[in-house]
Structure formats: C-alpha cells, structure tokens
C-alpha cells in the first residue's frame, strides 16, 4: 500500500509564506511523476506545479513567479514553497504521483489525503 502524506498546511496571511511537504512511503516513487494540485470549495481540483523524473517542472499561471516545486528522491518527498500568497490561493492541496508517461486518472496514480492552506487577515 503506498501512502502519501502531505503537511505544512495552515492559516498565513496574504503575502506571507508557506512550505508544503509531501512524503511517500514507498521509494519507486523516485521514477513517478509528483505534482499538487488544489481545490477550493465549489471549484474542480486544478493543477499547482508539477516535476517529472527529469526535474522538468510546470507551474499554472496563476502561480508562477510565487510558488516553488522540488523533489528530493533521496528522502521521496516532494515540497511545495509557496510565497507571496493571496486569498485565492486557499484551498485543500494534494499531493499527486503518477508514473513517468502518464497523467492524471491512470489506474496506478495516487493521491494524498490532503492539506489546508487558508490565506486571511
């Protein structure tokens, strides 16, 4: 059973700074694909940043220049530094793994349970 475990979550206010870390528990996942991804209420889950094997990484618009992916597949995680953030940043944010090649809905993806950020005065 893989298991991914994502923490770092928490109130922050609008221009502050949060680091979020995900940690799988099974060390394949140094050849899969990592990624977050977020929902807010009412919303669909949408994309934050992505790496794939080769440290190749892509970010959605709305994050670019403000949030940070990397992954260390010595110690299987994968950490998400976000900065500058906006109250339309909050949001429940999952960590994501897929293996080299594919996206996401392939039967061998997984998921993390999930982490709040909420960003308020």
């Known amino acids: 059973q893989v298991h991914l475990v994502e923490s770092g979550g928490g109130l922050v206010q609008p221009g502050g700074s949060l680091t979020l870390s995900c940690a799988a528990s099974l060390r394949i996942l140094k050849l899969y694909n990592k990624g977050w991804y977020r929902q807010a209420p009412g919303k669909e889950r949408e994309l934050v940043a992505r790496?794939?094997?080769?440290?190749?990484?892509e970010y959605a618009d709305s994050v670019k220049g403000r949030f940070t992916i990397s992954r260390d597949d010595d110690r299987n995680t994968v950490d998400l530094q976000m900065n500058t953030v906006k109250p339309e940043d909050t949001a429940a944010y999952y960590c994501h793994a897929v293996p080299e090649g594919r996206t996401v809905g392939y039967k061998y993806e997984y998921w993390g349970q999930g982490t709040q950020v909420t960003v308020s005065s």
């Open positions: 790496i794939d094997v080769t440290g190749r990484i």
